[in-house]
């Protein structure tokens, strides 16, 4: 069964804070994904990472920073959180075959800054 | 621009009363569109991956289809735990990336 799991569901960080969000999946896929959902304006890609130590910027990656070392495993980073990185945070991973390209997603991370 | 619009924004239905969900896109390129649903405070959960219009997929009580410019879900017969937001996504390009829509939020009261 596909899995896609983040490390915390609910965090509570201050202004100027580093954060770190991962993501792990265990089904072998090559791209993975960070969006970011706002109410009113839906999911939106941050970064995305189709191999690894591989990443490019997705429609909103102001303020943010990925990495990816191991093939399973996709970091999201906030370098310095602002209150308008408040927001719920969604991993996903997806094979890189063509028509094989369903994403599957992470439960979420709710991201509260102070 | 790849541009998703579902509608409507918000859908109420009567348990047993069956209704449609639209997802309407202006892309170049479709190479599949998907439908997910999402519980409030949970992520997307994939339900249909439709590759090109005519095709149709079937799930229980649901049914996706595809045309050159939208899509629908079907809901048959819904019960209030079928209450979610559903979401469409488009895949164009080679980059493997989604587009998605805002979603329909539906709630099915008894």
């Known amino acids: 069964d596909v899995k896609v799991t983040q490390s915390s569901r609910y965090l509570v960080k201050r202004t100027g804070e580093k954060v770190f969000l991962e993501c792990v999946q265990d089904?072998?896929?090559?791209?993975m994904f960070w969006y970011r959902q706002d109410p009113g304006l839906g999911l939106r890609l941050i970064y995305f990472s189709y191999d690894v130590k591989m990443k490019e910027k997705g429609d909103i990656p102001e303020g943010y920073s990925v990495s990816r070392e191991k093939k399973e495993r996709f970091s999201l980073i906030l370098e310095s959180a602002s209150t308008n990185q408040t927001s719920m945070y969604l991993c996903?991973?997806?094979?890189?075959?063509?028509?094989?390209?369903?994403?599957?997603f992470g439960p979420g991370t709710r991201l509260l800054v102070l | 621009e790849d541009q998703v619009t579902q509608s409507p924004e918000a859908l109420r239905l009567q348990e047993g009363e069956s209704s449609s969900l639209n997802c309407s896109y202006t892309v170049s390129g479709l190479r599949g569109l998907f439908w997910y649903r999402q519980d409030p405070g949970k992520g997307p959960e994939f339900l249909f991956t439709?590759?090109?219009a005519g095709e149709e997929k079937e799930k229980e009580k649901l049914k996706a289809t595809l045309t050159k410019k939208e899509s629908f879900l079907h809901i048959t017969a819904p019960k209030p735990e079928d209450s979610a937001t559903y979401l469409c996504?488009?895949?164009?390009?080679?980059?493997?990336?989604?587009?998605f829509g805002t979603g329909t939020r539906l709630q099915v009261t008894l």
């Open positions: 089904m072998d896929h090559e791209n």
């Open positions: 439709l590759y090109s």
């Open positions: 996903a991973s997806s094979l890189r075959q063509s028509y094989q390209e369903t994403q599957y």
């Open positions: 996504a488009v895949a164009t390009g080679t980059a493997s990336k989604l587009t």
